[in-house]
């Protein structure tokens, strides 16, 4: 199974929008698409799941295209607490694999 | 509610040892997965339970490991003998069902010198 492609690195600054797109160009007709939060020392945490056009919870957005080739996470004004790698595994529903790619730092500044 | 724990946090051995992991999951769930990281790589899927029984370990590396998951509560993860290459974050999961995501613990970091 195809991982998942994201930016390496991302900065903002506190109080920002921002958004982390990730690509997925081989996606299963039964994949789902996930982000998780993990911060040093920690295991992955779930962050919101979705399988087309948007999702949101209380801590985020989920855009998915009609294609699915891509989404993108949306986190509404930043934090310092926010600072962490983000990931968007492929979750397959057949195999109930997460397929992780190398995700993607984020960093907020004051 | 009590989260995924995992047992120990950190643990160092040297190579041809055996060392033996273990994974409390969030009480209820019939789902437990365990991943890994070696340095430098992505997480990666090993193997999924639901309840006893082994439902996928095609992630499996080699037949160094072994994963057990007796009366369908904790899991256990021997990896014997211990090869450098095994070093790395093995991390625990678990779910109640497909949708919702993945409770992740914090992971037991292995280091095989």
């Known amino acids: 199974l195809a991982k998942t492609t994201q930016p390496i690195s991302m900065d903002s600054y506190e109080g920002q929008e921002v958004n982390i797109t990730c690509s997925h160009n081989?996606?299963?007709?039964?994949?789902?698409i996930t982000w998780y939060q993990q911060f040093p020392s920690q295991g992955p945490r779930f962050i919101i799941q979705?399988?087309?056009t948007k999702v949101t919870n209380e801590v985020a957005s989920l855009f998915i295209p009609a294609d699915r080739k891509s989404s993108t996470l949306s986190l509404p004004r930043v934090s310092l607490s926010d600072t962490a790698v983000y990931y968007c595994?492929?979750?397959?529903?057949?195999?109930?694999?997460?397929?992780f790619g190398t995700g993607t730092r984020l960093q907020v500044f004051p | 509610e009590a989260g995924v724990t995992q047992f120990p946090s950190h643990s160092v051995i040297e190579k041809g040892q055996t060392v033996t992991l273990r994974c409390d999951p969030i009480?209820?769930?019939?789902?437990l997965y365990w991943y890994r990281r070696v340095m430098g790589k992505e997480i990666k899927f090993l193997l999924h339970?639901?309840?006893?029984?082994?439902?996928?370990e095609s992630g499996m590396p080699n037949n160094r490991f072994l994963a057990e998951r007796t009366g369908g509560t904790y899991s256990t993860l021997k990896v014997q003998p211990a090869e450098l290459e095994d070093s790395g974050v093995y991390f625990c999961?678990?779910?109640?069902?497909?949708?919702?995501?993945?409770?992740f613990g914090p992971g037991t970091r292995l280091t095989v010198l």
């Open positions: 339970f639901v309840k006893e029984s082994k439902q996928d």
């Open positions: 595994p492929r979750h397959s529903y057949n195999t109930d694999k997460l397929i």
């Open positions: 009480s209820g769930h019939d789902n």
């Open positions: 999961a678990s779910s109640q069902d497909f949708l919702g995501g993945r409770f």
């Open positions: 081989n996606i299963a007709t039964n994949d789902y």
């Open positions: 979705g399988y087309k």
